[in-house]
């Protein structure tokens, strides 16, 4: 298995653990907020289809550029070497913001958005197959909050924020299950 292959079983495998922790979950419960000011599965679920949504085609577009010549991101950074966790770690703070463009913004069933997040497993599989092993040492566009990033570390960051979301996801569930027992004694 080459390490394309294994950073997109990695997301693959955190998709599905995302999936699994949100299959449960009924409508009231996925829609629920535990204050006005926090999200619900809901908006998590949709945040992370606008998130990855948006970081493929941001891939995909700076690989096509940089094999075109018309785009490059390389030079010395800050996040060189260092795991995504590391580069989490030095560049997010506490309740970090999410930019404009991943916010969710729409609503709706948690079905539609976990159907949505599931169908990015195939176009990422598409764009990992014209990514090659040495690409994934060579920098992508930016990421709005972390910064100069190479493929590969996109890849990683990937499996990790949706690995976080589930966490989200699952204390909210326990939370709501909390809440939902507390109403009914």
């Known amino acids: ?35 006005p000011s926090r999200w619900s599965a809901v908006d998590i679920t949709e945040h992370l289809f606008w998130a990855e949504q948006g970081g ?23 996040n060189d070497g260092l795991s995504i966790e590391e580069v989490i770690r ?26 949505a997040l599931h169908g990015l497993q195939a176009s990422l599989a598409d764009f990992c197959a014209i990514l090659q ?11 709005p909050i972390s910064g100069s990033m190479t493929f590969g570390q996109r890849l990683e960051f990937l499996r990790f924020h949706i690995d976080r979301h ?5 204390a909210l569930t326990l939370l ?3 809440q939902d027992i507390h109403q009914s004694t």
């Open 166 to 170: 589930r966490s989200q996801v699952e």
């Open 1 to 35: 298995m080459t390490t394309t292959q294994h950073l997109l079983h990695d997301v693959g495998l955190a998709r599905q653990r995302y999936l699994d922790a949100v299959a449960n979950l009924d409508e009231a419960a996925a829609q629920w907020k535990p204050a």
């Open 90 to 115: 030095r560049t997010w703070q506490e309740n970090e913001r999410v930019p404009a463009v991943a916010a969710p913004r729409m609503g709706g069933p948690l079905a539609y958005w976990a159907s």
């Open 56 to 78: 493929i085609l941001g891939m995909w577009k700076t690989l096509l550029g940089i094999r075109a010549g018309t785009v490059s991101y390389e030079g010395v950074g800050p």
């Open 176 to 178: 709501w299950a909390a």
């Open 133 to 143: 092993e040495d690409d994934l040492l060579r920098k992508a566009h930016p990421h």
